[in-house]
T-cell receptor, first 115, second 113 residues
Framework: GAVVSQHPSWVICKSGTSVKIECRSL??????MFWYRQFPKQSLMLMAT?????????EQGVEKDKFLINHASLTLSTLTVTSAHPEDSSFYIC???????????FGPGTRLLVL | GESVGLHLPTLSVQEGDNSIINCAYS??????FIWYKQESGKGPQFIID?????DKRQGQRVTVLLNKTVKHLSLQIAATQPGDSAVYFC????????????FGTGTRLTIIP
């Protein structure tokens, strides 16, 4: 149980394009999903907290117009990197919190490379 | 300020030996802790968790110890295997109403065959 999937697992795109990443909880309902960014050999940096049916809460320094988050259902959240630039290249990881528990379960991550 | 830090950034252990990974936290309000394992190129994998009303919790080959007096958390892995090689993160949660996790910097564990 507690499986979280992400799609795509990796993406290469040209500068200026938008990229959408999907995060799904496969066997549980997640009232809250989280989006993280991770640079090589570093810890996870929380970007935003996404609650089903409401606007996401962004961490300080994260541009909400740059990183659009939608949490349309209890099993799906999406992160759209708009007008991506090379500095947006990173490893993006989502997590989902089971509505009955405090544990966050992570997806496998999406590696984004912007050329 | 609040922080969850690890004492050692790297740790090498002979296969079959036991390993101990340590974590210090500074927020006394934290009442829930999780250990994650992250292999290269993958997302963090839940290993074990512990609440502040416990001192010790055991799983399969893993034990988490919590010392609230000195704000210290440790992960013990018994009879290490090559597949245990990964980066291990501790994470804390302050209270049930605050859903965010604060992550430590991570410890890279290398199992020597």
């Amino acid at each position: 149980g507690a499986v979280v999937s992400q799609h795509p697992s990796w993406v290469i795109c040209k500068s200026g394009t938008s990229v959408k990443i999907e995060c799904r909880s496969l066997d549980f309902q997640a009232t809250t999903m989280f989006w993280y960014r991770q640079f090589p050999k570093q810890s996870l940096m929380l970007m935003a907290t996404s609650n089903e049916g409401s606007k996401a809460t962004y961490e300080q320094g994260v541009e909400k117009d740059k990183f659009l988050i939608n949490h349309a259902s209890l099993t799906l959240s999406t992160l759209t990197v708009t007008s991506a630039h090379p500095e947006d290249s990173s490893f993006y990881i989502c997590s989902a919190r089971d509505r009955a528990l405090r544990t966050q379960y992570f997806g496998p991550g999406t590696r984004l490379l912007v050329l | 300020g609040e922080s969850v830090g690890l004492h050692l950034p790297t740790l090498s252990v002979q296969e079959g030996d036991n390993s101990i990974i340590n974590c210090a936290y500074s927020n006394s309000a934290s009442d829930y802790f999780i250990w994650y394992k992250q292999e290269s190129g993958k997302g963090p994998q839940f290993i074990i968790d512990i609440r502040s009303n416990m001192d010790k919790r055991q799983g399969q080959r893993v034990t988490v110890l919590l010392n609230k007096t000195v704000k210290h958390l440790s992960l013990q892995i018994a009879a290490t295997q090559p597949g245990d090689s990964a980066v291990y993160f501790c994470a804390e949660n302050k209270n049930f109403g605050n859903e965010k996790l604060t992550f430590g910097t991570g410890t890279r564990l290398t199992i020597i065959p």
